[in-house]
């Protein structure tokens, strides 16, 4: 029996979420093409007959620490590389970009055999760029493998769960066999309401806004759930609502069809959206708001 944790890392946008949620087999992970859509450690659990991997989805790693969500995020991927077992680096195309190198340099602090991952290969017209790229990155790191997938199309997916199984050291299970993540319905409600709303809007707002559940019953075969939504500026949140609430009812109603097949139940949503200034730039704030992983 084999079992351990595997850290999936790489810089923002790269297709981590969209990995972990193919790996595992059902989605855990919220996903969108904005970057930064990852915001907390969140665990992924795959048990099979050959053992358990513990896959850890992390925030994309990046230069800019001028805010302090900014910071809390490089803050949440680098903790998890700690005690890791294996590392999957994730990169989207036949290249390292400069945040590559950040990525890098604290890959290269853990110790833990490394797996290159080049990601969403069924976009790459020019093939033939795959071996010079694969030859210059085996002298810039001693990779315990290089694999070209992509994770949305399942292409080498397969592989890439063997030789993750392969590195890991023999254990129990860290966590029960039924078990798919470590978070709460609570936690998965607000993020399945925070993915509607990024895919929903423009491109500064998703960044300047969070999801707070402030009620979750569960009432026999419904569950009521009432969550906040918070922005920064009264601008973003007449944008949230839309013109005549319509932004907000078609979110809710995304966001309920979804938590209704995570629940396998009738679900009842209330959204309500609220301006908290500088949210995303105030340390207590972040805390507060669940941001202390």
């Avoid at 981590?16 to 907390?40: A, D, E, F, M, W």
């Avoid at 890959?107 to 790229?133: C, H, M, S, Y």
């Avoid at 009521?224 to 922005?231: D, H, P, S, T």
Wanted: glycine fraction near 8%.
């Amino acid at each position: 029996m084999k079992s351990g944790f595997v850290a999936i890392v790489g810089r923002p946008n790269v297709g981590k979420s969209t990995l972990v949620n193919h790996l595992i087999g059902q989605k855990i992970c919220i996903t969108s093409r904005r970057p930064q859509t990852t915001r907390h450690r969140i665990f992924g659990i795959k048990t099979t007959e050959a053992g358990q991997a513990v896959f850890v989805d992390t925030p994309g790693i990046h230069a800019s620490e001028k805010r302090a969500m900014n910071r809390y995020l490089n803050k949440a991927a680098g903790a998890a590389l700690g005690d890791v077992n294996v590392v999957v680096w994730v990169i989207d195309r036949p290249a390292f970009l400069s945040e590559d190198e950040l990525v890098l340099q604290r890959i290269q602090r853990t110790g833990a055999p490394v797996i290159l991952a080049i990601n969403k290969i069924d976009r790459l017209e020019d093939k033939d760029l795959l071996l010079p790229f694969l030859q210059a990155a085996g002298e810039l790191h001693d990779f315990a493998a290089m694999i070209p997938l992509s994770a949305l199309r399942g292409a080498n997916l397969q592989e890439l769960d063997r030789m993750i199984m392969s590195l890991l050291p023999e254990g129990e299970l860290i966590f029960p066999e039924d078990q798919v993540t470590d978070r709460s319905m609570r936690f998965m409600a607000a993020e399945i309401i925070r993915e509607k709303l990024i895919r929903s809007l423009g491109q500064e707002v998703p960044h300047a806004l969070t999801v707070e559940i402030e009620e979750y019953l569960l009432e026999g075969d419904l569950t009521r759930i009432r969550a906040l939504i918070l922005v920064e500026r009264s601008g973003q949140k007449a944008i949230v609502i839309g013109k005549k609430g319509d932004g907000l009812k078609k979110v809710g109603e995304r966001a309920r069809m979804d938590l209704e097949k995570l629940l396998e139940g009738k679900v009842f949503l209330q959204l309500w959206v609220k301006v908290k200034e500088g949210w995303s730039d105030d340390e207590r704030a972040l805390k507060s708001l669940g941001y202390a992983d």
